[in-house]
């Protein structure tokens, strides 16, 4: 009688119903004998039969630092299914040195960052939040003026990685002019795309609306700063759905004050929220959200979807989809 291989979920406890509804409970435990209760990052040591024993995770946000004491804990783990984004959060040296498999649902997350990416797109080219804004202050209907749009217009992508690329794709919908910045990518794929690839400061010259997709590495800190900003189209939009790290905020919010004509649409900040008293609470050209561009809600369950796909698969001996490399994880977000 064969026996199924043992898994346990560990994330925050308030992300299991999240991620993994009751139907992607029932695929895991169809193919794992789940152990209980559920381990998050502060009880796990309390359970040392159960991570003895387990050969994969099933986890998401909440995950344990995997270092070489939880390791040790694990001696069986052979596989970790992340069912959220990044994997920076628990990714050590001494795990990749095990030899142990990660999936992420990195590009599941994607998903709706790309969609909110490009609703913002279409609204920052209508000017809609700056309508808005002067309807609320006015107390009346705006002054009207004619904005960009979309058709004929110029959208700029700061790096073609998962989420820049499926921007690009989807504004192959829109009459619109694509410029990208990527020092990695090669013409030929950037061709494929519909892009054209320009400097980092053309795209600031001469884009109605940048949409910010750069990792948060150490080469990337800070790197868009007061000659970029300051460069900007007259009336153009900043949109940051990526990290908040990339952005020199002190100058971003001195370009802000000076050229009320520009706006930045900042999901993301550095630290996130910003600190109190931030000018970027109350500068009228700043619209802030609470990095709600990835998944939420439902959107969630979509992640551990993609993870019971690839528990399938990995139980199948077929390719992984979704597996990532300790070289792919030091360029990722």
Not at 41 to 64: D, V
Not at 73 to 84: C, D, E, N, R, T
Not at 210 to 215: D, I, L, R
Request: aromatic share 10%; proline share 7%; glycine share 8%.
């Amino acid at each position: 009688m064969n026996t199924k291989p043992k898994a346990v979920f560990l994330l925050g406890v308030n992300n299991l119903d999240l991620i993994y509804g009751p139907e992607e409970r029932a695929c895991i435990a169809e193919l794992f004998d789940v152990a209980e209760p559920q381990l998050t990052a502060e009880n796990w040591s309390q359970h040392p039969e159960i991570c003895r024993e387990a050969e994969a995770i099933f986890s998401g946000w909440g995950m344990a630092t995997m270092n070489e004491a939880f390791l040790a804990a694990f001696p069986k783990l052979k596989i970790v299914f992340y069912g959220s984004g990044s994997i920076k959060c628990f990714a050590t040296d001494a795990m990749w040195e095990r030899g142990i498999q990660v999936v992420s649902a990195f590009r599941a997350n994607g998903i709706p960052v790309v969609e909110f990416t490009v609703a913002e797109i279409v609204l920052s080219a209508k000017h809609a939040w700056r309508f808005a804004a002067v309807f609320r202050r006015a107390g009346g209907h705006p002054l009207r003026y004619d904005p960009p749009g979309m058709f004929g217009s110029t959208v700029g992508i700061i790096s073609l990685g998962t989420i820049g690329r499926s921007v690009a794709e989807r504004l192959k919908d829109f009459e619109v002019t694509v410029l990208a910045y990527d020092p990695f990518i090669k013409p030929a794929d950037a061709a494929a795309l519909g892009v054209k690839l320009v400097s980092l400061e053309e795209i600031f010259t001469q884009s109605d609306v940048v949409s910010c997709h750069a990792p948060n590495l150490k080469e990337t800190k800070g790197m868009l700063h007061y000659k970029h900003f300051s460069s900007m189209k007259p009336d153009s939009t900043f949109i940051n759905t990526a990290r908040g790290a990339v952005v020199n905020e002190p100058d971003l919010i001195t370009v802000l004050t000076e050229r009320p004509d520009i706006w930045a649409i900042l999901d993301v900040t550095s630290p996130e929220p910003p600190c109190p008293g931030s000018p970027f609470y109350t500068l009228p050209n700043v619209m802030l959200t609470p990095h709600i561009a990835g998944s939420m809600g439902l959107e969630c369950r979509r992640m551990g979807i993609y993870m019971v796909e690839e528990a399938r698969r990995y139980l199948a001996g077929e390719p992984l989809q979704h597996g990532i490399t300790q070289a792919q994880a030091k360029i990722m977000a």
